[in-house]
């Protein structure tokens, strides 16, 4: 068997893409926010059923920027369990993360114990939806209204998402959302932020263009953010076929609960109601006492046979060495509990159901 990667990038087909960027040879505009970016950046705004889109590039100087662009100080509440990039994007503005820990079931921000963490010196809540779980919007939604406070979604795992018909983009007062080529939907390199304020789309513009706004007019301080047009035309292929993806995805989620649903020490990924799901992700959380293997013994079961599993999100953002000694971790003990335990098998739209089956035999081979 080849190697199986934990994921694989869906790509359109060859002739779409030339065909796409063939103009590009003409008139030789290959940055600079040009025909593609705004084409791609309209589509979005159709797709998403929001009002204001802007692109960057990548999914990090997203979230960065629009913690920039809202001239926060002090205390981000926000959670662990998550990629490097949410923790660092807060940090790097000068902003204190407050770490939140995690529901058990959707490993999204713990809604019961959010209010408890907010103090005079909160100025926002960062929430991630993980795996393509949702939330509880209401309650952070009340919590923010509460207290005054600015809500930016992490939304890089949520792409193309609805709960109760309402698009994901269109929640707080930003969602993030990052293009990589890992992700359900990508640009090759990418990311957006759908937002509410248009000042903040003003501000956003500045800061990703040098504050640029004509060759002899540079009217703020910013830096080098944007979107170059092979990655917009990407996003403009990639676009047509989403659909279709996410329900190649929903079929590959399907085989690995019928073949895993049920089975003693294993914890899958929740369903959640009323959430249109994108299956990005397929997590598994491996209780050893119950199941009678470890999360390393599955890992390198896996391994040895060439297929990727990826212990995601494991180490916590909270114990990272760049931190050290800064935060407790036991005041997440949810999340530590999950880190130590979740593996994520591989899941992308075109996995065949017969290597699907392999992967769970493997798995299910170690159960005692």
């Not at 470890?294 to 896996?302: G, I, N, P, Q, Y």
């Amino acid at each position: 068997m080849n190697n199986i990667w934990v994921t694989r990038s869906s790509m359109p087909g060859l002739d779409e893409y030339v065909n796409e960027i063939r103009d590009m040879w003409d008139s030789h505009w290959l940055t600079n926010m040009g025909p593609k970016h705004k084409q791609f950046q309209t589509e979005l705004c159709r797709y998403m059923g929001v009002e204001n889109v802007d692109l960057f590039t990548n999914g990090h100087m997203a979230i960065e920027l629009t913690l920039q662009a809202m001239n926060l100080q002090g205390e981000v509440i926000t959670t662990p369990f998550t990629f490097a990039s949410t923790t660092h994007a807060i940090v790097r503005n000068g902003l204190e993360p407050v770490f939140c820990d995690i529901d058990p079931e959707t490993f999204t921000m713990e809604t019961n114990m959010l209010e408890k963490l907010v103090t005079d010196k909160t100025c926002a809540i960062l929430p991630v939806h993980v795996y393509g779980n949702i939330c509880n919007v209401e309650e952070i939604e009340r919590i923010a209204r509460k207290y005054e406070l600015k809500v930016i979604y992490d939304a890089c795992h949520a792409f193309g998402e609805k709960y109760r018909g309402e698009s994901v983009g269109s929640f707080g007062d930003a969602s993030c959302f990052s293009f990589h080529a890992t992700k359900v939907f990508n640009s090759i390199e990418g990311g957006a932020v759908c937002f509410k304020d248009k000042r903040i789309g003003d501000i956003l513009y500045d800061l990703k263009n040098f504050g640029i706004h004509g060759p002899e007019e540079v009217s703020a301080v910013g830096a080098n953010a944007k979107m170059n047009e092979f990655c917009a035309a990407m996003g403009i292929c990639n676009l047509r076929h989403i659909e279709a993806n996410i329900e190649k995805r929903r079929i590959v989620d399907g085989r690995y609960r019928s073949r895993l649903e049920g089975v003693e020490g294993l914890q899958l990924n929740a369903i959640q109601a009323e959430v249109q799901s994108n299956y990005a992700y397929f997590p598994i959380i491996i209780e050893e006492d119950r199941f009678g293997a470890s999360r390393e013994e599955v890992f390198d079961a896996l391994k040895k046979e060439g297929i990727c599993s990826r212990k995601y999100f494991y180490p916590l953002t909270n114990t990272f060495s760049a931190f050290h000694g800064k935060y407790n971790v036991m005041e997440t003990p949810v999340a530590l509990h999950i880190s130590k335990r979740v593996l994520t098998l591989p899941m992308y739209a075109d996995l065949d159901m017969e290597t699907v089956d392999t992967i769970c035999k493997i798995i299910l081979k170690h159960k005692r």
